[in-house]
DNA sequence: GATGAATGAGGCTTCATTCAT
DNA sequence: AATGAATGAAGCCTCATTCAT
């Protein structure tokens, strides 16, 4: 930060064992979402991590930072199969239902993912803003061009629509429940009307 | 017991000042859940009543039997609606559509009611099963009713419906995001094979 | 007691139905001391007698008063027998023995009653001052009565030997320990000075 | 690591403050226990230590865990006196003797231990368990030498006696009551039958 | 940078006891 | 007299978060 000779002029690169142990966490953090939901309790995350608490605070500030740190690579593999999804499918609405599978088996194998991004608590409105961010844009692109197709509706919006899928994951893991039977028969409603 | 007029001759009646606190109870814990969720501490609850704890306990032993009680009203008048519906309506899928939106109107008119309809904490089994009890045979009967009148498709099962609802009802109170649209698109899923 | 003239002349006489409560409280109280311990809760008891709480604090203003209610009569019984024994028995000695045997018996059927003996908890000062009061006389004519006859030391005191007998009665339901052997064992030591 | 004089080489030796705060802990804990027994609210003993509540609970997990602690050494201690005796004193029986003397003493100084040790309350098995592990061998090998000496009757096990001698030592701040007097008595009625 | 010890607010629940009905 | 509803103090325990080492 002082030094003239400072090689990223705005950020200083992490040190070796700093980014081995973020890998580490996001490991234990994704094994602990898993089997006992992202609210697990920061101490087990960090015993599991096998590195003190303060360790992952000072890697990730917030609950949320570590959640989106957690799950990044798997939405941003969502966002970009929206448009290869777009120009390989028979049609766009095909193409919107085959994408909007790929996001509820994103969300049904989170153990209480899809619950916490419909809680309107503020701890998690960063990640919120984080899932809505990167994937609304998508998922407007694959509905405008079913309607443009006249294949669906035209007075849903992808924000919407997002959310109504993400609800409907909410407790997917109960044996008495399909969410994604549920998602179908919601996007097999856009067509009328 | 022999007086025709008898209103209760077997159990005791309430005392008139225990009648006044629960509903008094109820009148508070409704309120609060609107504002802070059902889960809000039990604490909270008495104060706004003007009790202490130990009255709440007294009247509800757990918190399943509180929220069940603030509902029941709603809830039951929800069961009723149903074959009311099926005999008024211009048809079965058209019952089936109305009786959803009452549905909708109550649940996402309780802050928090949907989310922990879907929660599978323990603490909430009781008032999952009072809800699905009461509800999923009148749904189940306006299901039926629709799929043998050959309008809607006939491998839904009402409880799986019920729960989808529920779930699009959650976090409804968001203004980028109408569960009733949501809801309706899903029923409009029904239709077709 | 039995005298045809009013038995007591200042108070009033309680009413009959007072009367049948105190000894339905009484026959409860006794179950529940016996499966529960002496320190159950007041409303246990009171569910179990079928009266209200309020009722047990009018009988008996303190659990102290309710515990000697209780036991009173087979204290008495165990005090009568000191100098029956003392009359009967082969020895002074051989009376003293018999008659801690059945104190023995008395305590280790009463559930957590000697352990309440030997609290220095406030709340049951009164029932200590009570068994104390009428037994230690017994015991000290029984035990007078062996040192005069030479059989055993005589630097040992009535009320102290009592409270080690209720002390090795407590938790005689441990099937690892045998309280009547313990105090057999006490009383042996008693000879030789 | 490499440095020749460290150490703990294996497990990491606890920080000053945390040794520190056990320490301090145990210390609080100890003098509460004295004046308000070992069943002193968990907040008292915290307050006393001037450390929240939390640091008690890392510490000492339960609450038998904090006792076994505050009482170790001594226990140790009186555990290994019982070999020393063995072979120092003028007959197994004057060892035995010797040895209750010191588990008398350890207890009586303890206001309130021996009330807990002969509570079956679940919470304080674990206490149960460490005490008689510790010092029932040693117990057992006092009883038998003098048994094989011919001192002492031979039907009477190590854990009974112990029981029974622990059972004598409460209350033991009584003034009228003399738990050492009732000791030697009760060890005394060992040499006959 | 990393650690993990300490903090302490926050929730739940039980019961002895009082007192309006 | 009897009732039992209401009170509210007490205890327990968990965890997010800070900060000394």
């Known amino acids: 930060m002082t030094d003239i000779n400072e090689p990223t002029p705005t950020a200083t690169p992490k040190r070796a064992d700093a980014r081995r142990n973020e890998q580490t966490l996001l490991d234990a953090a994704a094994a602990l979402f898993v089997t006992s ?12 991590a096998g590195v003190g608490t303060g360790t992952i605070y ?6 949320a930072d570590l959640i989106i740190a957690v799950y990044r690579h798997q939405v941003e593999g969502c966002a970009e199969a929206g448009p290869a999804l777009l120009s390989s499918s028979a049609s766009p609405y095909a193409a919107l239902r085959q994408w909007t599978g790929l996001f509820v088996d994103f969300l049904t194998t989170k153990h209480g993912l899809a619950a916490v991004l419909r809680t309107d608590n503020d701890e998690f409105k960063a990640l919120h803003a984080y899932f809505l961010g990167r994937l609304v844009p998508v998922c407007t692109a694959l509905l405008s061009a079913a309607v443009e197709a006249g294949e669906v509706r035209s007075d849903i919006e992808a924000q919407e629509l997002m959310r109504g899928v993400g609800s409907l994951c909410i407790g997917a893991s109960d044996p008495h429940y399909n969410a994604r039977r549920m998602v179908d028969l919601l996007i097999n409603g856009l067509r009328h009307g």
């Open 58 to 63: 000072r890697h990730f500030p917030t609950r």
């Open 37 to 48: 939901g992202v609210e697990v309790p920061v101490r087990d995350i960090a015993a599991k």
